[in-house]
Structures are given as C-alpha cells and as structure tokens.
C-alpha cells in the first residue's frame, strides 16, 4: 500500500488469528493499536515483540504496533476495528463501548462464529448493537490457518461485505506477500459458511478419534456439502457458487487440516474425552463447539435436513454416543 499516511488499525484479541492478522496488517502501510485481555501477554510483547501464548515465532513490529489492554484507547481514532476474539467472548470484550466509539469506523469481523443466546451472526450483532451501517462491516473468510500465516505460507482469503468499497478496501488492507485478498457480496452466505465448516470439521474429527478412515472422512465432507448447501439456500437463496475458496476451501482446510482446533477438539471426543477434558486438553477454542447450538436452533423453524449437524449436536449437548450417532450416519449417507 502506498499511502503516506498510515491507516490506523484497532485489532481486538490476543489468539492465533489476532496474532497472524497483526502479522499480515504489519507488511502494509498501518499502525495497530492491539487489544489483549490479558496483562501478562500484553507486557510481554511490549518487552519482546511476541505473543507468548499463541503463535510465538512471530515477531511482532514495535514501530506499527502498539499493546493496550484498555480497550477504549485501542479503537479511539482507528479507522478500522478488527474483531478477533471467539464469538463468545465478543460481547465481554467490547463491554462499556457505545454506538458512539464506532461512528465513521470500518468494522471488520475475523469470527467464525455465531454470538451464542442470541443466536446472532456477528456482523449483525455489531450492526445491531453499535449502529454500524451494513455496508461499513465486513467478515474475513477462506482457508486460512493462523499457523500457516506464521510461516509465510501463501495464503487466501475472502472478504465480504454488502459493501462493495468495504470489501475492496478490506482486501487491500489484508493483501500482502504471501496473502491475496478478494472481495466477494454474499456476506450471510459466506459468515454462515464459515460458521458451518467449523461443525463440520468437529465431525470429522469425531470420526477419526473413533478410527474411521479418509474413505469415511471423504463422504461425509461430500455430504455435508449438501448440508450446507441446503441450509444457506433455505436462509438466503441468491446466487453463489460454494465451490468457491471462502465455501469449499474453508470447509477443506478445516476437515482435514492437523492445526484445525475444531477438527482437534472432535477428535478428543471421538476418542472419548468429555468436553470438559477436551478443552482443557486444548489451550484453544473450537468455534463449533457454541456455534452447533445456535445452527440447531436456527435450523429449528426451518427443518432443514441436517443429520452431520445433529448428530454434532446430540453429542455435544445430549449426552449422545460419539459411536452410535455416527452408526446412524453411516447407514444415512451415500
Ligand atoms: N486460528 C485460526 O487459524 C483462525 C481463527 N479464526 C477465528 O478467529 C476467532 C478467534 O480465534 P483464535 O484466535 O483462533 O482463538 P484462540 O483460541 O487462539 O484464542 C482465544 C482468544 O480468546 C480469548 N479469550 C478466551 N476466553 C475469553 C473470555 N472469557 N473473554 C475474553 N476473551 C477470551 C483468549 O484470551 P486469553 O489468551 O487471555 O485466554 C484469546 O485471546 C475465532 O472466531 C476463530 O474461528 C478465523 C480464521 C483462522
Ligand atoms: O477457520 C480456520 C481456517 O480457515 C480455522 O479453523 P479452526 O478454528 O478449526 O482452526
């Protein structure tokens, strides 16, 4: 980017993907003001350019970032806000923040998740709560490890927003040597999308701690194809082709990736560890695990046929055999 005057960042979370979007922000002309809950982690970068918990190798730039545990003082004059906590955890970390600190700021959702309660995609949620215009807001998607990102691995991405100036100006932001951004419009299709491939990806995890194989693995993915297809053209039939990276190659990446924390997480429960032994296991969140909740009850007035999406569900939220509800599976899928 060219311009001389730096454009100023607020990126909001101190995990992997706040980290490796730190990292890919920094290659361009900006200054981040980068929020972290957490103090230790905060003096730590100051002191040393890394994140110590997450994505450590990562040197960090003290000329074009600057730690701030205060989140007022990260958004004050950004022109951008970049959400990168879990869905979850979204609402506690914009806690005080009024429609007023969002006026004239692009807003840029990094979640792949659903707020959980609510059941309310993110981009609506800060449409809603702090009065950002839809076409203000945009989402980050596509096939993109935070590890990967680490290494310099040449990556993609996707953003999308109703607004085509968003979008573009987003992808720009996020383009750099290793990472090419594109603009896309179908933006509930493609943050619904990545909500899903997260459910997906526990499944597949599922079913490989409970020892079934790629065979296995490669059917359900080309079910749940179908399952996804069915669910996002039933909330909002408009023309898209999933087999695009932001649909398929999220989905791809995080089935059959080994840095997947949902795939991860599945794959402790398909071994038998209860979720509370799972995410302690884990020193990450696994988006699937809330966001089965909200797709299940979403799904609920709808009835879209969605066996990967219930049979997550019974075993998450039910108490369900692992075993048996993929022994269902097995008998359904084709
Ligand atoms: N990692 C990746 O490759 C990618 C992730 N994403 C998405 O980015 C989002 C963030 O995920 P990711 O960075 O991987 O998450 P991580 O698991 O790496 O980090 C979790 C973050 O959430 C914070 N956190 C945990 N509990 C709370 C809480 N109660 N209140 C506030 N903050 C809390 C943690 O803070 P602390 O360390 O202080 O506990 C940490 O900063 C998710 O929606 C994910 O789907 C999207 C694309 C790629
Ligand atoms: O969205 C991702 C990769 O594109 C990250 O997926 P996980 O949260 O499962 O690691």
Redesign the pocket.
Known sequence: MKNATPIRIAMI????????LVKILSENNVTIRWW???EV?AAHIKRFNRNK??LSDVQINPRKVKVTTKIREAIRDADYVI????????S??LLGLTPAHFTGKLVVS????MIPNINQL?TDWVEAKFAVPKDHISC???P??????ALEKQSYLTIASTGAACAEAVSALLTCRFVKASPINDLYGVEYC?VMK?IIALACGITHGLGYGDNFQAVLVSNATQEIRRFVDTLFPVARDLSQSAYLG?LLVTCYSP????RTFGNLIGRGYTIQSAQME??????GYYAVRSIYAINEPHQVPMPIVSAVYRILYEGASPGAEMNALKREMR
């Open positions: 979370g101190g995990g992997s993907w706040a980290t490796a972290l809950r957490n982690d918990s997450y959400l990168a906590v879990p869905a979850a955890f979204v506690d970390a990094a979640i792949k998740g993110v980050i998607a596509g993109c490890h935070a590890e990967e990102v990545a997260n999220d840095f997947s924390r949902n884990m020193n990450m969140i696994a988006e």
